[in-house]
């Protein structure tokens, strides 16, 4: 991954981040990594604990952020969900897996979209 990408990557995770913060959740962990791969934010939204992907796109050539989301993705975030259970010892109420879009504007604030529970 080139420097720029990690750093569009790094700031939309950041963006991400503060906009969860202020819907009212909780960051447990931002980066997690372990050798199997990395969740960008674990969170606590009530009695549940939220994997959240971040993506970033600074325009529309590629389609949609949360189109980059494939069924392997989703596979491997599940699978990274429950080591890190399994790791912190946690046992929520209720799991939920959210995609956040991050896109930058030319001017002003970047527009973020939550989709919450987005498999």
């Given at each position: 991954?080139?420097?720029?990408?990690?750093?569009?990557?790094?700031?939309?995770?950041r963006?991400?981040?503060?906009?969860?913060?202020?819907?009212?959740?909780?960051?447990?962990?931002?980066?997690?990594?372990?050798?199997?791969?990395?969740?960008?934010?674990?969170?606590?939204?009530?009695d549940?604990?939220?994997?959240?992907?971040?993506?970033?796109?600074?325009?529309?050539?590629?389609?949609?952020?949360?189109?980059?989301?494939?069924?392997?993705?989703?596979?491997?975030?599940?699978?990274?969900?429950?080591?890190?259970?399994?790791?912190?010892?946690?046992?929520?109420?209720g799991?939920?897996?959210?995609?956040?879009?991050?896109?930058?504007?030319?001017?002003?604030?970047?527009?973020?979209?939550?989709?919450?529970?987005?498999?």
């Amino acid at each position: 991954m080139t420097t720029e990408r990690q750093a569009v990557g790094a700031y939309g995770e950041r963006v991400a981040a503060q906009h969860l913060r202020e819907q009212g959740l909780v960051v447990l962990h931002q980066n997690w990594r372990c050798p199997d791969g990395e969740i960008d934010l674990v969170l606590r939204d009530g009695d549940e604990v939220v994997f959240c992907e971040v993506k970033t796109r600074r325009g529309g050539g590629f389609g949609a952020p949360a189109e980059a989301v494939t069924q392997r993705k989703v596979h491997k975030l599940r699978a990274l969900a429950n080591r890190w259970l399994d790791e912190t010892g946690i046992h929520p109420r209720g799991l939920r897996f959210d995609v956040v879009e991050v896109l930058p504007q030319r001017r002003g604030a970047p527009k973020v979209v939550h989709i919450r529970a987005a498999f």
